[in-house]
């Protein structure tokens, strides 16, 4: 094994240099490989999966993967999800992108998870939030092909940084006019600039403020109700799940938004994960991780239920 520095003890601003110029290192974990999980997890054995790409509008393509299981129940919703990793890092095979993905789809939720570009040298917002954007669009028009479900059946989610994509995705589909997901499902995110005091005021100096600048890339697009969505209107979100951590320096990020959605007469579940700290579905291992993936099914569950009933 070679010697690596932990980019994630290091000064921000080294570690997207370093992870601009050496890429993101392997995960150590030797027991989170789908193989792994499949044997971990036996409930998850007939999950199939396929890696696809998605055209991007950037000039790039969106690396994205589809999880299905044949055997499990039709739950009648599908989701796109979207990894976290600080905006400058998280990959397709990490727990927070694959282990949820084929928990849900193992529960007849099939799954797209996507990937984005990084926030590394020149790359910032917008790019990463248009490549979410492209692939839930990319859903939407084929969610027969992919799902087996119409279009309206589809829900759009993310976690962390991820939780910050899909929120500006939603953000700029409602103010372009464009019809928003069936539901969204934000995992401890970050959709204030100063996330641990859901405050638009930024510290530069702090570890928070300094991802937030890099993500931004300027100081107008720190006040971007794109960027951070808590900042702009919401009342044309869609019905939402909240998830946040009760040992989560963000926590307070995800409980403001949830309350600023009520307000606006959005539907909300915000559900608190008692014991659980940021990052949580990324360890398979936690005792809360599972708890999660569980409230989000039961969430999805009854989503289909109310939206069954109003028809």
Known sequence: MTDQPDFRRMPIADAVRWLAENGEPADPRTDIDTASLKRRFPHLASVDTADLGIEGPHGRRVPARLYRDAAAPASGRALV???GGAFIGGYLDMPEANWMALELAARGIPVLSVDYVKCLGDVHFPE?????RAAWHYARAHAQELFGLDAEAVLLGGASAGG?????????LQDAGEPVPAGL???????????PEASAEVDLSSPHGQLAMNFAGSE???????AFAALGRVDGFP????????KDDLRPSGEAFAHQLTDAGVAVRLHREAGAGHGHINEPSDPTA??????IAAWIGAHVLERSASS
């Open 239 to 246: 019905p939402t799940l909240v998830v946040v951590c009760e």
């Open 81 to 83: 999800w979207v990894h």
């Open 290 to 295: 599972l708890p999660t993936i569980e409230a």
């Open 220 to 226: 107008d697009a720190l006040h971007d109700p794109h």
């Open 164 to 172: 910050n994509l899909t929120a500006g995705a939603v953000a700029q």
């Open 128 to 132: 990463p939030t248009d490549e979410v």
């Open 185 to 195: 499902i934000l995992v401890y995110p970050a959709v204030h600039p100063n996330g």
